[in-house]
């Protein structure tokens, strides 16, 4: 029995890779999708982790199935369609490192996943369910993710949620914000970006914004991620910023993935109801997240780029 479970997309990223001899860029292939770049940094941290989505019977979706299990995920919620190809994303660069992306998903087999497809059982015992808006963006996915988050929440896991908001994904921003609202109403633990805060409380003031969420949607913890400049961290009654690290970005694919990977490894790992956190175990928890995140954005691709134990003390000490 898996102690984090997470569902939703996994896809091929595909990345540039420098030029070909012809001056056309190059694309490298990557495993990607945030919810399973999540559990890839916490299988690499050593914890119980099992991956429930769809993929295309094609070579990418084997592929990606390969690379889970190597990662040490359970794979055996993944279903294999073959009607609907693996989903892709073709990953563009700027001179900083910052991403665009460019999607084919029309439909992708993420899309796909069906409620009957979905092991329930597999959701009882668990100590994390982790999701995010993705799979919400069309049906059947969106019953499917919100079938299997009410079962695990029944059964006593905590939930975790990104909205990974990308508006090409949707149909228009209200819808978009519609479906992220049915996640927050079931989230214990909610990452989101400083645009999404703006996204769905309509400022960008990050007390006011974090407040508004936190009352409106009963959330236990709220962390917007700020890139370089670190996490904000909302909490009933306080907040604080945790500041980053600094460090050389090539590629910052995965790297809010990877904060929140690590951020939920640091809540296992206490092993105390989050209720029975204190302000310093929270803090301790963002600064060793920060770490995680800053390292994956040293080296191409989400999942390639997860460092070890070792790494992430190194940048913690420095």
């Known amino acids: ?40 940094v916490m ?46 994303a073709f990953v563009h660069l700027d001179e900083d490192g910052d991403r665009d992306f460019s999607f084919y998903r029309n439909p992708g087999a993420d899309m796909m996943l069906q409620a009957s497809e979905v092991n329930l059982e597999q959701l009882e015992g668990i100590k994390i369910f982790h ?10 996915s969106a ?14 896991a905590l939930i ?13 921003e209200e819808s978009a914000i519609q479906a ?20 769905l409380t309509g400022t960008s003031d990050l007390d006011k914004g974090s ?17 370089e400049q670190g996490c904000f961290i909302g909490l009933r009654g306080e907040s604080a910023l945790v500041p980053g690290f600094e460090v050389t970005a090539i590629d910052t694919t995965g790297a809010g993935d990877a904060f929140f990977g690590g951020f939920l490894y640091k809540v296992l790992s206490r092993n105390t109801p989050l209720n029975h956190f204190t302000k310093v175990d929270y803090l301790e928890s963002v ?17 390639p780029s997860i460092p070890d134990f070792a790494e992430i003390e190194k940048l913690l000490n420095s």
């Open 211 to 227: 407040l508004i969420l936190l009352d409106q949607f009963d959330l236990q913890v709220l962390l917007v991620t700020l890139g």
């Open 43 to 88: 299988a690499k941290l050593g914890v119980s982790t099992a991956f429930i989505g769809k993929v295309g019977q094609d070579q990418f979706g084997k592929y990606l199935q390969i690379t889970l299990n190597e990662c040490g995920i359970d794979t055996q919620g993944i279903v294999f369609s073959e009607d609907v190809r693996t989903t892709l």
């Open 287 to 303: 600064q060793f997240a920060n770490a995680v995140g800053a390292l994956v954005t040293t080296k191409k691709g989400a999942i």
């Open 143 to 156: 019953t499917a993710t919100l079938t299997a988050c009410k079962h695990a929440k029944k059964n006593g």
């Open 180 to 199: 992220i609202h049915r996640g927050l109403l079931l989230a214990d633990i909610v990452k989101i970006s400083h645009e999404e805060l703006e996204l």
């Open 160 to 172: 975790s949620y990104d909205p990974n908001y990308r508006a090409a994904l949707w149909k228009d």
């Open 131 to 140: 999701f995010g808006s993705l799979s919400m963006t069309h049906e059947p």
């Open 1 to 40: 029995m898996a102690d984090v479970v997470a569902l939703g997309e996994v896809l091929v990223d595909f990345t540039p890779a420098g030029l070909s001899e012809n001056g056309n860029i190059r694309f490298e292939r990557n495993p990607g999708g945030a919810p399973a770049n999540v559990l890839a």
